[in-house]
């Protein structure tokens, strides 16, 4: 079966709305787009259209390919500086010229919702997370749903399953790893070097869940995967489509892992919508703790 | 084989007289010991004659079991304002009544020597590490060393192979983790529910090195190893010597693991001493941090 994003997403909306109220509507996003990275625009887009749907401030910010890191530092503290906004997220790539890790570490850590400050990276590698980043939160989310969906006990259904990793990445693959650890699974990196040592199939083939991301267009083909996994494709993919345009497909080879596969996230649709909605979430996650201290004050 | 820690400790020892020596001599380690663990206690002498041998400042405190939280968070103030300290370690197990997390938290993360403030544990989870905690360090010199001395190009002896850590533990197992994924090496972390699960056997026997870490005396037994595997025991155990004594063991039995194994490391006298003298490099390492400053400060 094909685990439907699109639906998961929309219930996750319906509880973020819920999430939003409660705290009176007081949270917003701001994205930084430097340069004209297509994709990263197309998401910047999806952000705000998500954010106005549900009535949360929203503020797309678009600074030219040559921005020097001053001007890019700059506008993170501009955005810091505003009320309204709750979350602040720096879209990747950023041209080459900018080193990344300086304006990560220039993000303020209470709106840093994407954990990319190392303070933020460090709370979640040690099972403290203030901030879960969207895309690897986004996969859980799916599998979380689609165990219950399938009548297993959430509190207990992945102690001891083999969760293989496809991906190394610092925005996927370690914090999966970390997400995987306190869910009590085995886990298991793989990566490009498994791949050369010729052992990728060894692993993926065991796997009880197998999350990739690694950005290689039907990587993972039904031989590779173990009758009964549950598959999750977190690859994005623009790849031609025979007639002169683009279409988008995951790292997962659906139409061969579906027959095998005890469920396969599709691309599109898949993880993709849940991370667009968990981006607004960890927003409205960033304004409670923005909420929190005044609340202390108030003695009584 | 087994792998001879104290002969690698030794060669280590002496690189950072030369490290210590080359910085003017100016670094120091302070150890906070709270209560009375017997094991910290011993640990705690232990750094403080390894600093004395080599002429580094040392200063061992101790505070009392029922100390306050603002009683550790104060002597943590304290260590920091000192300038003969440029290493300040929280020794472990802490009274239950304290919150290790706080603790953590309030140490200076340029004297953070074992990477336990959330921003240092940060850094290396992203790949920047400012300290390395010493006994994962530890482990992976070990590893090195044997493979140098085996003959094999360190650059690229650990791409695409099988790393199996048994333990996740926020001091060992998981910046183990990180460590081997920078080494490019496949990173399978095993544990309680692992084992629980009847999965461990098959982890650990497909091995290329394995690291222990989980405080189980003996669990790693020959027939769990893979032949010509790699065998780092981390786990440092008293037992009953069964003439009214303890004596020290590992997670591994070096006795039916050595002939299965290309090698073993011993307890006592395998990662132990390595670790030892890492404590002390870590505080040379948080001492050269602190005089970068004052040196970028010379404008000629």
């Given at each position: 079966?094909l685990i439907d994003g699109k639906a998961i997403a929309a219930r996750l909306k319906e509880t973020l709305r819920g999430e ?247 691309v599109p649709g898949g993880v993709g919508p849940i991370t667009d909605v968990w981006v607004l979430r960890n927003a409205v996650?960033?304004a409670k703790l923005s909420l929190a201290p005044a609340g202390q004050l108030v003695l009584r």
């Amino acid at each position: 079966m094909l685990i439907d994003g699109k639906a998961i997403a929309a219930r996750l909306k319906e509880t973020l709305r819920g999430e939003l109220e409660a705290i009176g509507g007081v949270a917003g996003i701001a994205t930084v787009l430097v340069g004209e990275d297509v994709p990263a625009a197309v998401y910047q887009r999806r952000i705000d259209r998500g954010a106005r749907e549900i009535g949360m401030a929203s503020r797309p910010e678009q600074l030219p390919a040559d921005a020097t890191l001053g001007q890019v530092i700059g506008k993170v503290a501009e955005l810091d500086a505003d009320p309204d906004i709750s979350g602040i997220l720096v879209l990747r790539p950023l041209p080459a010229h900018l080193p990344e890790s300086r304006i990560f570490a220039a993000l303020p850590p209470l709106k840093d919702v994407e954990a990319l400050h190392p303070l933020n990276a460090g709370l979640l590698s040690l099972g403290m997370p203030r901030f879960i980043p969207s895309t690897p939160a986004a996969a859980f989310h799916m599998l979380d749903r689609h165990t219950e969906a399938a009548g297993r006990d959430l509190e207990s259904a992945f102690d001891g399953a083999n969760l293989v990793l496809v991906g190394r990445s610092n925005n996927v693959g370690k914090p999966a790893a970390i997400l995987g650890l306190q869910r009590n699974a085995t886990v298991v990196s793989c990566h490009h070097h498994t791949s050369q040592a010729g052992h990728l199939e060894e692993f993926t083939r065991g796997a009880d869940i197998l999350i990739v991301a690694v950005g290689v267009p039907g990587l993972i083909t039904g031989d590779m995967v173990g009758e009964g996994a549950i598959v999750i494709d977190i690859g994005i993919n623009a790849v031609d489509d025979g007639a002169g345009g683009v279409r988008l497909v995951g790292d997962v080879d659906t139409a061969s892992v579906e027959p095998v596969a005890e469920a396969v996230s599709p691309v599109p649709g898949g993880v993709g919508p849940i991370t667009d909605v968990w981006v607004l979430r960890n927003a409205v996650a960033a304004a409670k703790l923005s909420l929190a201290p005044a609340g202390q004050l108030v003695l009584r």
